[in-house]
């Protein structure tokens, strides 16, 4: 089993005793059968929709403290918590940033000798394993209690990228895309049957229109990476922007219906004048799959 810290990840505490209806009337996953233990992948959304923050989330058990877990990108960790501030209004609910005092640690590769209290199974995708959430100076305990080896964080990267999972800022840009797009829809990250939520109305249109054109999948790479945001083109024709990439797979986000076209027409892609392929042509012939959280 192999573990790295993610130094990109970082922590907030959602308290207080309407903290659980006061979430789940804003992000786009159920709450209300939130338990320690377990997670949830989300977003919260502009009204338009579109992602500012995305997340897995989980609930501390009450030698923790009680509350509710946030892990989420570093660098977005005080404006989320701001915006949740923001929020509030009357709520009896509390919003701290753990940054500082919390980190990551994600395991993957294996089954986990010892499940520590703050540890729980990544929502979106088997394959991504387990995170835990533990202070940084105790990663390597935290590892060698659970029987894994620690790696560099790269290795963590280039394993999500294999699998498919997207990330915010390399792969997609926050507040510019919708969950669709990312893919939430089918890595459990969108409930469609709980009501409201901020920008709930322009995502279940999408998804009972099936209007999302633009989708995240897997690529193979015949050499060289592309930089990220590097246009992806069919002959010459923009069909996408690369992503993120290692070990010659990558992700990136396409507009299916013209890359499907292409593959019809047997018109190979290209971006940075580097050849690259989809990994599964399926991803643009098939139908999406349907996923609820």
């Known amino acids: 089993m192999k573990a790295a810290l993610l130094p990109d990840r970082g922590v907030i505490k959602v308290g207080g005793n309407d903290a659980r209806d006061f979430l789940n009337g804003l992000v786009t996953t159920d709450i209300t059968a939130l ?16 992602i500012t923050t995305d997340f897995l989330i989980t609930e501390a058990p009450s030698g923790h403290g009680g509350g509710f877990l946030i892990d989420c990108p570093r660098v977005l960790a005080q404006g989320l918590a701001d915006k949740l501030g923001f929020y509030r209004l009357r709520a009896k609910v509390t919003v701290e940033n753990l940054s500082d005092n919390l980190g990551v640690l994600a395991a993957w590769d294996g089954d986990l000798a010892l499940k520590p209290d703050l540890a729980f199974a990544d929502p979106r995708d088997a394959r991504l394993g387990w995170r835990i959430l533990v ?10 209690l659970i029987g894994a080896d620690m790696v560099d964080s790269a290795a963590y990267d280039a394993h999500r990228i294999a699998s498919g999972v997207p990330r915010g800022g390399l792969d997609f840009m926050y507040g510019d895309a919708f969950p669709h797009e990312t893919n939430m829809d089918r890595l459990h990250g969108v409930d469609f049957d709980k009501g409201c939520y901020v920008g709930q109305e322009v995502v279940s249109r999408m998804q009972h229109r099936g209007t999302a054109r633009t989708r995240t999948v897997r690529i193979v790479l015949d050499g060289a990476a592309p930089e990220p945001g590097a246009a992806i083109l069919a002959g010459d024709k923009p069909v996408g ?35 690259l392929h989809l990994a599964d042509p399926d991803d643009v012939r098939s139908p999406p799959r349907q996923t609820v959280a």
Request: avoid cysteine; aromatic fraction near 2%.
């Open 135 to 144: 202070p940084q100076d105790l990663a390597q305990k935290a590892a060698d």
């Open 35 to 50: 338990q320690p233990g377990l997670a949830r992948f989300g977003a919260l959304l502009t009204p338009q929709g579109k």
């Open 241 to 275: 922007t690369m992503g993120s990439a290692a070990d010659r797979n990558g992700l990136a986000l396409i507009r299916i219906d013209r890359v499907a076209d292409a593959l019809n027409a047997k018109i190979p892609l290209t971006s940075g004048g580097l050849s």
